[in-house]
């Protein structure tokens, strides 16, 4: 079986050469990244009771799915943690190795999908971030993932709610109207409802402790964490 899209793949390795240009075709996750940032590390903090100073995140090992240019593996690397990061794209991977080279951070960059990844070590902590909505099977995606975990393991899962609201936001106004993203950029058949998530994760010893929405607030130009699940949300669970 195989998790990989390959339309999804070839649509974004053929944007990668502009990941980290923060007014390019990935501007909507420049701006997105700092509240995926402190909620991460906020909840990992808590999660395992660390010391929050100078490199919070240090000895955590962090798998972060779907890295793309590597967007958020490198701030978890600045916080000391100690991260692998995969993609099924080579441009992608190849841009993030360029990236992290240039900026001395020490990121185990891999070509694999999460069925294919052959790693002995578990993680404490795995993200799929923004990433459910562009697989080509979801349910053995999350098992894939999930085999991946260590017990009492966070998973993280930001993805888009389906519902008519995600529809006329996410697609009709962030890509038609204002060209926040590329046409095409998503597929609301493939939005994923958060009561289906926490159903596919439970069967795979995955408990959820905490759904929140994030909502963009045009006036400050920001995301913020919000009781608003409609559109984009970010779930936090831990494997049993």
């Given at each position: 079986?195989?998790s990989?899209n390959?339309?999804e793949?070839?649509?974004?390795s053929?944007m990668a050469?502009e990941?980290?240009?923060p007014?390019?075709?990935?501007?909507?996750l420049?701006k997105?990244?700092?509240i995926?940032?402190?909620y991460?590390k906020?909840?990992?903090?808590?999660?395992f009771?660390l010391?929050?100073?100078n490199?919070?995140l240090?000895?955590?090992k962090?798998?972060?799915?779907?890295c793309?240019g590597?967007?958020?593996?490198?701030?978890?690397?600045?916080?000391?943690a100690?991260?692998?990061?995969?993609d099924?794209?080579?441009?992608?991977?190849?841009i993030?190795?360029?990236h992290?080279?240039k900026?001395?951070l020490k990121?185990?960059?891999?070509c694999a999908s999460?069925?294919?990844?052959n790693?002995?070590?578990k993680?404490?902590?795995?993200l799929?971030?923004?990433?459910v909505e562009h697989?080509?099977?979801i349910?053995?995606?999350?098992k894939s993932?999930s085999?991946?975990?260590?017990?009492n393991?966070?998973?993280f899962?930001a993805?888009l709610?389906?519902?008519?609201k995600?529809y006329?936001?996410?697609?009709?106004g962030?890509?038609?109207v204002?060209?926040?993203?590329p046409?095409?950029t998503?597929?609301?058949?493939?939005f994923?409802?958060?009561?289906?998530?926490?159903?596919?994760?439970?069967?795979?010893?995955?408990?959820?402790e905490?759904?929140d929405g994030?909502k963009?607030?045009?006036?400050?130009?920001k995301?913020k964490?919000?009781?608003?699940?409609?559109?984009?949300y970010i779930?936090?669970?831990i494997k049993?």
């Amino acid at each position: 079986m195989n998790s990989i899209n390959y339309k999804e793949i070839e649509k974004f390795s053929k944007m990668a050469e502009e990941w980290w240009d923060p007014n390019g075709k990935f501007k909507p996750l420049h701006k997105f990244n700092p509240i995926r940032i402190s909620y991460i590390k906020e909840n990992i903090v808590e999660t395992f009771k660390l010391n929050k100073r100078n490199s919070p995140l240090q000895n955590i090992k962090i798998l972060d799915i779907g890295c793309g240019g590597g967007l958020l593996s490198e701030p978890m690397c600045r916080l000391g943690a100690d991260v692998t990061a995969i993609d099924a794209s080579e441009k992608n991977i190849s841009i993030a190795k360029i990236h992290s080279k240039k900026n001395n951070l020490k990121i185990n960059y891999i070509c694999a999908s999460p069925e294919k990844l052959n790693i002995k070590d578990k993680f404490d902590v795995i993200l799929n971030m923004e990433i459910v909505e562009h697989v080509e099977d979801i349910d053995f995606f999350l098992k894939s993932c999930s085999k991946l975990l260590k017990k009492n393991g966070i998973m993280f899962v930001a993805t888009l709610n389906k519902t008519l609201k995600s529809y006329i936001f996410a697609i009709v106004g962030a890509e038609y109207v204002l060209r926040w993203l590329p046409i095409g950029t998503h597929e609301w058949e493939k939005f994923v409802k958060p009561e289906e998530l926490i159903s596919t994760l439970k069967k795979n010893s995955l408990s959820m402790e905490k759904v929140d929405g994030m909502k963009f607030n045009i006036l400050t130009d920001k995301w913020k964490i919000s009781k608003d699940k409609s559109v984009n949300y970010i779930a936090k669970f831990i494997k049993n």
